[in-house]
């Protein structure tokens, strides 16, 4: 089995932009996403915009709100690209242009990694519920925990040995929304040792 963890963060740096959208429009266009909950409908289409207040462009980081975003400097893009194969989008600013940053593309699995009889009770010790059904577009939302409380995903998932992959389940609360995002080991090592001060080891349960 190929080993995988996950990256927690330090800290956030950047707000996304438009505010009002949260960044999601410029990300998945106006109408893929529900202003209810804040889930996408689809794929990533479009760049992450970030406001340049209060923003340092350096190492890799993952901004306020958008914690699926995970964001790197050029040369460091660069060098995972040719390393591991990672996908990247530009990361923007308000008027369009370039920041010097780059987002990994994250793709959601079609496969289930969880479930609910397995999950609802790990994630109800931790927040005395397990989630619930967004009203305005149905998506079930699992309250946020990281995976060091859930079990690991299928072994067909693990063994395909994909430098990151990504659960099609969605947690959060509010107007919080985030997959479980894993990483090959010898990945996450590469962005801890690029980015130390952001960036941080969570190892998966074996439960």
Not at 72 to 81: F, G, K, P, Q, Y
Request: aromatic share 12%.
């Amino acid at each position: 089995m190929t080993d995988y963890v996950q990256l927690g963060f330090h800290r956030n740096r950047g707000w996304p932009w438009p505010e009002k959208s949260w960044g999601l429009s410029p990300m998945y266009g106006d109408d893929g996403w529900c202003r209810a909950c804040g889930v996408p409908s689809h794929e990533q289409t479009g760049s992450l915009v970030l406001q340049r207040r209060g923003l340092t462009v350096s190492a890799g980081w993952v901004p306020f709100w958008q914690y699926d975003a995970y964001c790197l400097v050029n040369d460091i893009a660069d060098e995972a690209r040719d390393r591991f194969g990672l996908g990247f989008r530009p990361v923007l600013d308000p008027r369009g242009k370039h920041l010097g940053a780059s987002q990994v593309v994250l793709q959601s699995d079609v496969v289930s990694w969880f479930s609910s009889e397995m999950i609802a009770p790990r994630i109800t010790a931790v927040h005395g519920e397990s989630g619930e059904a967004c009203a305005g577009c149905g998506v079930w939302r699992w309250m946020p925990v990281s995976m060091d409380v859930l079990p690991p995903p299928p072994q067909s998932v693990l063994h395909e040995g994909r430098p990151v992959i990504v659960s099609p389940e969605w947690f959060g609360a509010g107007w919080q929304a985030r997959r479980q995002i894993l990483w090959r080991s010898d990945v996450a090592d590469f962005l801890v040792a690029a980015a130390p001060r952001d960036f941080r080891l969570v190892e998966m349960s074996e439960r």
